[in-house]
T-cell receptor
Framework: NSKVIQTPRYLVKGQGQKAKMRCIPE?????VFWYQQNKNNEFKFLINFQNQEVLQQIDMTEKRFSAECPSNSPCSLEIQSSEAGDSALYLC????????????FGPGTRLTVL | GDSVIQMQGQVTLSENDFLFINCTYSTTGYPTLFWYVQYSGEGPQLLLQ?????NKGSSRGFEATYDKGTTSFHLQKTSVQEIDSAVYYC????????????FGKGTKLSVKS
């Protein structure tokens, strides 16, 4: 079973508000991924890190999204100015960087933008 | 770009029925193929994983064979149980161990007792 911790589990924001969610990867896992799962269950990769360094990221819409994985602190994903279309389940996953590494997912943060 | 196709959005079966979920993929890289299962209110969990063409993965009675010739990775189970009710996703990673996963759209399995 996954030991990825995500907080909060539920987040409700008004349009234009900041929304911040956190992720603690499994111990010893240097690679962290963020995905967005929309109401149609479709997954969208957002960004991944190896330790503190960004490996790959999409062109986050109008730069409203930012993410970091500081040393000795939880990783975080923040939406600077929430929009209704950002309502989704945000999933954090970690892997141990093995050759064919499985990604272990947390339970997600359910964001609702009113 | 990479893509994963799952055509079946929903499957309804009775207990002890045979399950078959189609999955095909497209990539120019060397894929690792996964089936994840997601229960209500939880994140996806790995069900099985295959890294080598023509190899089979199996777990909890589920099986899938990575068929490079037909670029398929169909999921099957001989006899489903009510506890198997969940959403199943075919996923592909390519480009190394740090690469993102590309997911199919998911198949919601409902098993009636």
């Amino acid at each position: 079973n996954s030991k990825v911790i995500q907080t909060p589990r539920y987040l409700v924001k008004g349009q234009g508000q900041k929304a911040k969610m956190r992720c603690i990867p499994e111990k010893g896992h240097p690679v962290v991924f963020w995905y967005q799962q929309n109401k149609n269950n479709e997954f969208k990769f957002l960004i991944n890190f190896q330790n503190q360094e960004v490996l790959q990221q999409i062109d986050m819409t109008e730069k409203r999204f930012s993410a970091e994985c500081p040393s000795n602190s939880p990783c975080s994903l923040e939406i600077q100015s929430s929009e209704a279309g950002d309502s989704a389940l945000y999933l954090c996953a970690s892997s141990d960087r093995g050759l064919y590494a499985e990604q272990f997912f947390g339970p997600g943060t359910r964001l609702t933008v009113l | 770009g990479d893509s994963v196709i799952q055509m079946q959005g929903q499957v309804t079966l009775s207990e002890n029925d045979f399950l078959f979920i189609n999955c095909t993929y497209s990539t120019t890289g060397y894929p690792t193929l996964f089936w994840y299962v997601q229960y209500s209110g939880e994140g996806p969990q790995l069900l099985l994983q295959v890294t080598t063409a023509n190899n089979k993965g199996s777990s909890r009675g589920f099986e899938a064979t990575y068929d490079k010739g037909t670029t398929s990775f169909h999921l099957q189970k001989t006899s489903v149980q009510e506890i198997d009710s969940a959403v199943y996703y075919c996923a592909m990673g390519s480009g190394g161990s740090n690469a993102k996963l590309t997911f199919g759209k998911g198949t919601k399995l409902s098993v009636k007792s």
